[in-house]
């Protein structure tokens, strides 16, 4: 390697005051590290780095960093323009990256990852810090087309433990936790990973082995399912993991004995349907119990895994079971919800003449239960109530409000013989006074049969969006009398009623706003969206109608909940 001149540059006062003034402090890193200026030329460098590049601070003073060091995998020079450690430099932001190489002194390559961000020089202009790490063994000479066998750089393996936090917390399903936690491991650490969980009901179920097949993980399906229980005191791999002892390095030797256990059996047979030549295992510990146990195979690559992947496997591990305690906790929050929330929605009474159905769909990310809901009901003069409404919100707090609503609702319909604008009016004043429900919209009607057959329907609407009459033939028709203010806002004005007489066969849609409403569009949007498809269904049959009208018409982006009520009456006799 040609030694450069600095006494023949310009800039050789600077480069010499700026290596001798940064020098201590870029030696305190601890890593590989030099400093450029605005032009990428390297003005000064730490220890480690002419220790891991074989080139002493004259050979690298004042030289071009991107064209001294960066090269491809097979040793040529890096293009300028493909080269990503140069792009992050020319955008002056932090940023850092893996699977870079830069040629040592001595020929070689050496594979680094790395981090750059801007550094006070102490010139006008400020410099790059240049941080490149690359595992203890690797001062040793790698030839131009050879891969390291060794475990993760610390930059990688930060970066990686950081996506998986990322990935892991942002999900509440076990199921799509597990999914990317074996996208995070295979291909990148392992040919093979294995999950087996352990269940609420203390049973060993193995959910997952998968590998890599041309970039998509391909699951064996036939190696999993159900497992034998967990001996308490079997020395065995797995069997320490799933009971939380230890994590462990493992092969197939360890399983060729006489087993101990149905589970010393099953990954017997796992280490010889896979190919596995060496395996890692730790456990996949929660707040208070074992989760279960994350086993990484390899069995195309030669190297085995080492005690240093141990560390690696039981931070991934521990950030695993977090997430799926979480996850857990949330699932069973949601089937509590679920239960609260069929004892809230009644069952619909059985009306001769008259077809009803009716559907409730939860907000997607809340916790399955919420302020939608509906109502029908005999009066004590044989008529039928029919209602539907919304509380704000879309949890707890908002299916108890909803619970209270209604039963004042009933209360009052049930002995008051009065137009559904009157009873309202009572709901309003004493929501105010006997609930802490802020607000709420809701129709309240009756539905009558009269002398000559037909149905007759009188209705309130209490700032809800109106309901949708549909003709058998698919004519429509938003029934806007009767409109007021929320409930809850008590302005003072009497609400008032509309009335009209329901064809046969014909259709009466009560619904709630998750079913119209969608951010970045207008409610008239969706209630001409509900018209068309509603018109579109009008000959199907009733439980149809619903299905199809509510896969059809809500929002993709709809994060609220939705309750549906729909009536139908009979045809002519």
């Known amino acids: 390697m040609t030694e450069i001149d600095t006494a023949d540059t310009a800039e050789e006062p600077f480069e010499r005051t700026a290596h001798e003034s940064l020098r201590a402090p870029l030696d305190a890193l601890g890593t590989g590290a030099y400093v450029v200026d605005q032009q990428g030329r390297v003005i000064a460098v730490n220890a480690r780095a002419e220790q891991l590049l074989l080139r002493s601070a004259r050979e690298l003073l ?48 050496l594979p680094v990852s790395w981090l750059v961000t801007s550094y006070d020089v ?102 999993q399912g159900p497992m034998p229980p967990v001996p308490e005191d079997s020395p065995m791999p ?64 030669p190297e085995g895994f080492a005690p240093a992947d141990l560390a690696l496997l039981e931070d991934i591990t521990r950030r695993a079971g977090l997430a799926l305690d979480n996850a857990r906790l949330y699932q069973r929050q949601r089937k509590v919800a679920e239960t609260m929330q069929r004892h809230l929605l009644p069952q619909l009474p059985c009306l001769p003449g008259l077809g009803m159905t009716a559907r409730y ?33 879309h949890d707890l707090d908002a299916a108890a409000g909803m619970a209270q609503l209604r039963n004042m609702l009933r209360a009052y319909a049930w002995s008051q013989k009065e137009p559904p604008s009157r009873i309202l009016e009572w709901l309003d004043e004493a929501m105010t006074r006997l609930t802490d429900v802020p607000m709420a919209t809701t129709v309240f009607a009756r539905t009558a049969l009269g002398d000559d057959g037909l149905w007759t329907l009188s209705w309130t609407n209490a700032g809800h969006p109106p309901p949708l009459l549909v003709t058998r033939e698919g004519l429509t028709e938003y029934l806007t009398e009767g409109h007021g203010p929320l409930l809850g806002i008590r302005t003072g004005r009497q609400r008032s009623d509309g009335t009209v007489v329901l064809p046969p066969e014909s259709t009466l849609l009560l619904y709630t706003d998750g079913l119209v409403e969608s951010p970045g569009h207008s409610l008239d949007e969706g209630l001409d969206r509900l018209r068309r498809h509603a018109a579109a269904l009008a000959h199907r049959s009733l439980e149809s109608f619903a299905d199809q009208l509510l896969e059809r018409t809500r929002p993709a982006d709809n994060e609220d909940d939705v309750a549906v009520l729909a009536l139908r009456t009979p045809g002519v006799v």
């Open 62 to 109: 004042g030289h071009d960093a991107h064209d001294l060091l960066h090269r491809t995998r097979h040793g040529e020079p890096v293009p300028r323009t493909g080269c990503v450690m140069r792009s992050a430099f020319l955008s002056g932001q932090t940023a850092q990256g893996t699977a870079e190489w830069f040629a040592r002194g001595d020929g070689f390559l």
């Open 122 to 223: 102490g010139d006008p202009e400020d410099g790059t810090l240049v941080l490149f790490h690359t595992s203890a063994d690797a001062d040793a000479p790698r030839g131009r087309t050879g891969s390291a066998a060794e475990p993760l750089p610390e930059l990688e393996r930060l970066a990686l433990l950081a996506e998986t936090t990322t990935q892991l917390t942002s999900t509440l399903d076990v199921d799509e936790a597990l999914r990317r936690l074996l996208g995070l491991v295979v291909p990148r650490l392992a040919d093979w990973a294995v999950i087996d969980q352990i269940t609420e009901r203390d049973e060993v179920w193995r959910t997952s082995v998968v590998h890599a097949e041309n970039g998509v993980l391909v699951h064996r399906d036939d190696l």
């Open 238 to 301: 797995l069997s320490r993991a799933l009971r939380g002892v230890a994590s462990t390095l493992t092969g197939p030797e360890t399983y060729r004995g006489v087993p101990d256990s149905g589970l010393a059996v099953a990954q017997r047979r796992l280490f010889e349907e896979t190919g596995m030549h060496s395996a890692a295992i730790a456990p996949i510990r929660g707040l208070r119990e074992v989760l279960g146990a994350l086993t990484l195979g390899r069995a195309e690559r």
């Open 361 to 393: 769909l939860p907000a997607p990310d809340a916790s399955q239960v919420g302020g939608d809901w509906y109502d029908v009901f005999t009066l004590a003069d044989g008529d039928t109530a029919l209602a539907v409404g919304d509380v704000v919100g």
